[in-house]
């Protein structure tokens, strides 16, 4: 009789495990979370950003407000800064080469 309830727990145990083991594969590990983040992406209205230097390609980064330009090889032209009621233009050194004055939302 001693064995009878070391078998009927076997089953409840095994399946312990096997939630044990499906809680486990629903967490993504952090090589897949760096792939695909859970966080929510950011969109920006980049539409006041009006210069663009000619020939280059840009990439946006909507965590700071920021617009990057890149030349056709590759390397990295300047970018442009909103800072309150203006954009900021910057180059390839740091040093600011235009300043465009934009109204600001809601002002009329």
């Not at 083991?21 to 950003?49: I, N, T, V, W």
Request: proline share 9%.
């Amino acid at each position: 009789m001693g064995m009878v309830p070391a078998v009927l727990s076997c089953p409840a145990a095994m399946a312990q495990e096997d939630q044990d083991e499906a809680a486990f594969k629903r967490h993504q590990s952090l090589h897949e979370l760096a792939r695909h983040p859970p966080a929510p992406h950011l969109h920006m209205d980049y539409g006041q950003f009006r210069f663009i230097p000619p020939g280059d390609k840009i990439k946006e980064q909507p965590d700071v407000n920021r617009l990057l330009f890149w030349t056709q090889h590759g390397e990295p032209d300047g970018y442009a800064e909103r800072h309150g009621g203006a954009i900021v233009y910057y180059d390839r050194t740091g040093k600011a080469v235009r300043v465009d004055n934009v109204p600001l939302s809601g002002a009329r």
